[in-house]
């Protein structure tokens, strides 16, 4: 099951039979007028599929070996702070995973690019004005970052500290990353950081 169209199929239905067993209904997604967007990770171990519908609300479904296993509603499209896209999710590369950047561009922008540092260029997946990018990219100050969680007690006030320590590094790595967006006729749009504060 590789089609987004598929995959997002049974993201939504697995969401809406987990969260109707665990008695949350007023919280189901709509069943009808989904699309699917912008991914990657489509056949790998982890992946995501961005999803937008009908009636304005947007989500990225989990995928897993090729099917989607979930679909997280995202709050309204954030503002896009002088840059030709929005941010919807964001991960660092750890634990021998890519960094991905993945959100909705601007109206006129076209393409987007993510570049490292050591010049490696990941051309993003655009579809209907979404856009999921990947990076293989090393963070070394990440490189452990299992490790570093796994020497505390998870509840414990040291593990809450070395979690805040993670995500902290995460972020400034991930800063570290750069973006280019382009129109159509291949006009730079924006060259800057992947991430800023609001992210």
């Known amino acids: 099951m590789t089609s987004p169209a598929a995959q997002l199929e049974s993201a939504l239905a697995t969401t809406i ?21 912008a991914r990657i990770g489509a056949t790998a171990e982890l992946g995501a599929l961005l999803a937008y519908n009908d009636d304005g609300s947007t989500g990225i479904c989990n995928l897993e070996n090729g099917r989607g296993t979930w679909l997280n509603l995202q709050p309204q499209d954030r503002k896009q702070d ?35 540092s050591d010049g490696t260029v990941a051309e993003a997946d655009v579809v209907d004005g979404t856009f999921a990018a990947e990076i293989a990219v090393d963070m070394a100050v990440l490189r452990h970052a299992r490790e570093r969680l796994e020497a505390h007690e998870a509840a414990s006030a040291e593990g809450r500290a070395e979690f805040e320590r993670l995500m902290a590094d995460s972020r ?27 992210d």
């Open 17 to 37: 039979e987990e969260k109707t067993a665990r008695g949350r209904t007023d919280q189901l997604p709509s069943t009808k007028g989904w699309h699917p967007g």
């Open 172 to 198: 400034t790595e991930m800063a570290k990353l750069k973006v280019r967006v382009y129109d159509s006729t291949g006009t730079l749009l924006y060259d800057g950081a992947a991430i800023n504060a609001t």
């Open 82 to 116: 002088h840059r030709p896209y929005s941010v919807w999710r964001w991960m660092a590369a750890y634990n021998g995973r890519p960094a991905c950047l993945m959100g909705r561009l601007a109206p006129g922008a076209a393409r987007l690019e993510l570049h490292a």
